[in-house]
């Protein structure tokens, strides 16, 4: 398993993932078994690239099942008032979730999610990320990774680079 940071980018968008982050996801996800799982994705914009440091477990009140992940909020604000005041100040960047028997793509209900989230000016964030996580993940990759922006329905996959 990788511990150094991983690059992911398209035309618009390059996004670093940390290693820890990255092993978090997919520690949990085959922790879940056949339960989707998930949390958010913390860290910062540096020269127009995102950071992803860490990625959160799941809340207490997240209701999971096989096909569904709804995640909950329980402790999330104190824990980013936190992380506001570290440095480097790190902030929400978005959102990610497993997929234990399907492939790493975003559905059309993750694709709806992540646009409410655009448009949440409670979550005030530009252009929320989400990282999928596959459950069986031979051959497809282990991770996919949008960004949404609302320039467009179905945003660009990032790929590794
Ligand atoms: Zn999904």
């Not at 910062?44 to 477990?57: C, K, L, S, V």
């Not at 993750?110 to 596959?134: E, F, G, S, T, W």
Request: hydrophobic share 30%.
């Amino acid at each position: 398993m990788s511990t150094g940071i991983q690059k992911y980018g398209n035309q618009r968008y390059i996004i670093l993932v940390s290693g820890s982050a990255a092993e978090t996801m997919q520690k949990l996800a085959s922790q879940a078994g056949q339960q989707e799982t998930g949390g958010i994705l913390i860290g910062y914009y540096q020269d127009g690239q995102a950071r992803i440091t860490e990625a959160t477990p799941p809340p207490s009140d997240s209701r999971r099942s096989y096909a569904r992940f709804e995640r909950g909020v329980n402790g999330l604000k104190a824990y980013l008032a936190d992380k506001w005041l570290s440095e480097p100040r790190e902030y929400y960047l978005g959102e990610w979730h497993s997929h234990p028997a399907t492939w790493a793509r975003p559905s059309p209900t993750d694709h709806l999610q992540m646009r409410k989230i655009l448009d949440d000016p409670n979550i005030d964030c530009a252009c929320p990320i989400l990282i999928v996580v596959a459950g069986h993940s031979k051959p497809s990759p282990k991770f996919s990774i949008h960004v949404y922006d609302g320039m467009t329905k179905s945003p660009a996959p990032l790929y590794r680079c």
